[in-house]
């Protein structure tokens, strides 16, 4: 590609060198050449400052943070460490078909607006599922809020956007960086954030060319591992003008309501959170019914409900997630 934009693929990392190295690998791999590797340790980590530095290719570089800060902040300071005009975020334990850039870059050099993001598919594999997100790609003129944060059928949440599927203008990261602090959901809240404060627009190749690796998702060293769901449904309320309202009522009842369950928070929160996106969300049937769906059906009696009906509807298909989880 003639005058090719410079990417800057940002990686943070704790912890786990020989992940890392599978995914500094991976955007290496890249058809599309002219490329940065930032790698954000996390923290001082001489293990992984030797694996980095046993990959001779001259675009690969570390960085070590004198203290652990967490993967949105990780993510930020590797923005301001960058060189390049596009910004490709990647999780240590993610990878990427070896075209993923090649695809973003031609349609993002393509666009009259630059102040945008630009996602694709990905496939996410656990033990022996392989599922793709997201379900559906948006309809036109459709808001990132809506898009995120509200589902089609009685899903738990709205379409999925990971992080690792991201390629961003640095100019549009620089003005909305990631939350700190926030160990979950931090990539939805930022993409909101882009789309209102931001005024971005957001595009979804339909290609899968993004791997999630979900078996290392509850690695304790994972940069963004153990979830509070207060801190997200505090950062929620914070930027509550930002969401649409049903969006916000979906964001309560679903994504926040799941994660205070599996911290073990009983009835009285529940009742709070229902009381919240009734008093200040969109509070229709069907969110609430969704709501108390998932209050009272376990996770393992949603799995099974979603992947039967999925299956009544297209027939067995292990790379089709669930209707309901």
């Known amino acids: 590609m003639v005058d090719s934009p410079l990417v800057s693929v940002v990686i943070p990392t704790r912890g786990r060198p020989q992940l890392l190295v599978r995914a500094i690998t991976s955007a290496l791999s890249q058809t599309y050449t002219n490329l940065e590797v930032v790698v954000i340790v996390d923290g001082p980590d001489d293990e992984t400052d030797r694996a980095v530095k046993q990959i001779e290719d001259p675009r690969v570089r570390a960085v070590i943070l004198p203290v652990n800060v967490g993967g949105g902040e990780a993510r930020n300071a590797g923005v301001l460490e960058s060189k390049g005009d596009w910004i490709a975020f990647l999780d240590d ?17 393509s666009l009259q607006d630059k102040n945008a993001f630009i996602s694709c598919r990905l496939v996410e594999k656990l033990d022996n599922r392989s599922d793709i997100y997201p379900f559906r790609l948006p309809d036109p003129d459709e808001s990132i809020c809506s ?32 939350v700190r602090g926030l160990k979950r959901g931090q990539d939805f809240i930022w993409q ?49 003008e930002l969401f649409e309202p049903r969006a916000y009522a979906y964001c309560i009842g679903t994504r926040v309501l799941t994660d205070a369950q599996r911290a073990g928070e009983g009835p009285l929160v529940v009742v709070r959170l229902l009381i919240d996106l009734i008093r200040t969300g969109s509070a229709s049937p069907k969110i609430v019914s969704l709501f108390l769906s998932l209050w009272i059906l376990p996770d393992g009696a949603r799995n099974w409900i979603g992947r039967t009906v999925r299956a009544m509807k297209n027939g067995p298909n292990p790379e089709k997630g669930s209707d309901l989880s």
């Open 93 to 109: 334990d993610d990878e990427w078909e070896s075209s993923k850039l090649d695809k973003q870059i031609l349609l993002a050099e």
């Open 147 to 178: 898009y995120v944060c509200c589902p089609r059928g009685f899903r738990v949440g709205g379409e999925i956007l990971q992080t690792s599927t991201l390629l961003v203008r640095r100019d549009l990261m620089i003005a909305v960086p990631f």
């Open 192 to 240: 909101i954030e882009a789309g209102t404060r931001g005024n971005a627009r957001f595009y979804v190749l339909p290609e899968v060319l993004s791997i999630l690796n979900s078996g290392s998702r509850t690695d304790t060293k994972r940069v963004s591992s153990k979830p509070n769901w207060r801190a997200l449904y505090a950062c929620i309320q914070q930027k509550r």
